[in-house]
């Protein structure tokens, strides 16, 4: 095989552009300012300790067709504005452009007065309190539910404890069998010490969390994207884009130590929606008591949760109004690609607005 040869004017061309870009990114990140976290108004119609329930306003001033609430149910982990991060890749604008009425939990950043918060304190406590101030605030006697990935799980929970509250459950990146062979982050948790973890930590720092997702993929999470960033660097608009993936990446709460414990044992190491046994505040939780209509809607090329991990869900819930979306995309680029723009918020509001 013969070797590519370079002239030297190429070799030259190439470093003038590489300092061109350089410079002009510079100027670019100097001029990014603050970054929003979220860009939909939204009103606080509900607060306790360091969590938030908002209620988001239709840019348009259009009147919900909906008259059912959508509660969304982040995950613990990262911060929910990855649901509203820019105009133009905002799920929650994308539901409410298809007639729904939004509301969000905000967890919030826990600190170590939340050290010994568990379960049964988010699921029976906190989340059944937000449903509550939801119905209140909107006169309606029950919510739709929208869970993502961790929030999902917390969604499956409280739908079949209090299935009398919930209207329509929709699960997004949910993971429900926790020990799939193609989940490399159940692979990892599931050898840990998590009772020595907690005992010396306390509450599990956001940041090594964050460390651990992103050495799932290191060389496209760590490295390869910090060189792809150099061709965006002379572009404002994309430079933006970037900065406000990377604020969201890093902005990540520390997790109270009993419900990570928890979480932590009976999901990735006793599998316990697939495996039964599972209890919260006493109560056995068995998903076969999840009566009313189910949609699960799940991301193809996720390493978070696979598809493997999502799917199961179909077989384990107790209603036969089931149906399954799946997006070619990743855990990620189920919210803010515009492909997933295109197809999962539509989705969602047309199979809400149908029941």
């Known amino acids: 095989m013969s070797a590519i040869k370079l002239q030297p004017e190429e070799i030259l061309k190439e470093i003038t552009n590489f300092n061109i870009k350089l410079s002009e990114g510079i100027k670019n990140l100097r001029n990014v300012g603050d970054l929003p976290s979220g860009v939909t108004e939204k009103e606080t119609i509900y607060a306790e300790d360091k969590l938030s329930v908002y209620h988001y306003k239709n840019p348009t001033g259009e009147t919900p067709e909906n008259k059912t609430p959508l509660l969304i149910v982040y995950a613990l982990v990262n911060r929910p504005y990855m649901t509203d991060l820019q105009e133009n890749r905002s799920t ?22 939340d050290r010994f918060l568990n379960l049964d304190d988010y699921i029976n406590g906190y989340i059944d309190r937000c449903v509550d101030a939801v119905c209140e605030h909107s006169g309606a006697k029950k919510v739709n539910i ?44 599931r050898h840990i010490d998590v009772d020595k973890l907690v005992d010396t930590l306390g509450n599990v720092p956001g940041d090594l969390m964050n460390w651990t997702f992103l050495n799932l993929k290191p060389y496209r999470l760590i490295a390869q994207k910090y060189i792809d960033m150099v061709d965006i660097l002379d572009n404002p608009k994309q430079v933006c884009n970037f900065m406000t993936m990377e604020k969201w990446i890093f902005d990540s709460p520390d997790q109270a130590g ?3 414990r928890e979480f932590v044992k009976d999901f990735y190491q006793k599998n316990s929606f697939i495996n039964g046994g599972l209890e919260i505040g006493g109560q056995g939780v068995s998903l076969a008591n999840i009566k009313c209509p189910v949609m699960n809607v799940y991301a193809l090329d996720d390493h978070l949760v696979p598809p493997s991990a999502s799917r199961p869900l179909g077989k384990l819930v107790g209603t036969k109004d089931y ?12 919210y803010v690609s515009g492909s997933a723009q295109a197809l999962v918020p539509p989705s969602i509001g047309k199979w809400l607005n149908a029941r």
């Open 146 to 189: 929208l869970g993502i990935c961790q929030g999902g799980a917390f969604s499956l929970c409280y739908t079949a404890l209090h299935p009398d509250k919930v209207k329509n459950l929709i699960t997004m990146v949910t993971p429900v069998d926790f020990q799939t062979k193609d989940n490399m982050l159940s692979h990892w948790i």
């Open 258 to 260: 009993e419900a990570y």
């Open 92 to 113: 929650v604008r994308g539901l409410m452009a298809q007639g729904q009425d939004v509301y969000l939990i905000d967890w919030g950043y826990p600190d170590r007065s």
């Open 323 to 334: 149906q399954e979306v799946s997006f070619k995309g990743g855990h990620i680029g189920i």
